[in-house]
């Protein structure tokens, strides 16, 4: 499977990687303990089986033209299934939303790229950078009593969104999309 990310400044990923260790240290499941060299704070935007040339054509262009984004990073959400996943939520502006749903469009229209997963749905999506995986995250911590970034004042973290990558699920392995930058 191929995703389609959107990828924070500098700071942002700083932050976020904070928050990763911060939960190690307080022995909760974090994306800290993940040590593969693709592992960096995301976005995901969609997803497809397969991404031809043209379809990564496309992506290029519509991220090109979107980014960079302005970032908010505010408050957690918390998924449950397989595996329970804590998560900083990413509020959505308008720009966001048109990026989604153009990245979205084109997934699916695309010939040959599968179905997308139906969770990026832009009906369905919750914007939101993962922070850990595994556990049952709503017994180990309520998120009132989890400080992200201990010191900070409470409220939205912003940041821009600066680039995109594809990750391929199978080879696991990136690929730049959209802008040099990011």
Known sequence: ????????????????????EHLARAGLPSLA?????????????????TLS????????DALEAALPLPLALDGLV???????????????????????????????DAPGSGR????HDPGRWVPHITL???????RAVPPEALPLLPGAPPGVLAGRWTGARSYD?????????????G
């Open 53 to 60: 040339a043209e379809t990564r054509a496309l992506l290029d």
């Open 116 to 119: 997308p997963n139906p969770l």
């Open 78 to 108: 918390r998924f449950r299934g397989r595996r329970h996943v804590l998560a900083w939520a990413v509020r959505p502006d308008d720009a966001l939303l048109r990026l989604h749903r153009s990245v979205w469009r084109t997934l699916r």
């Open 33 to 49: 303990a993940h040590r593969h060299p693709t592992n960096r704070p995301h976005l995901t935007l969609a997803t497809a089986d």
């Open 132 to 138: 850990g995986r595994g556990g049952d995250h709503s």
């Open 1 to 20: 499977m191929h995703s389609v990310e959107l990828l924070p400044d500098q700071a942002t990923e700083r932050a976020v990687r904070e928050a990763w």
């Open 169 to 181: 699920s199978l080879t696991r392995t990136t690929d730049r999309l959209g802008p040099r930058t």
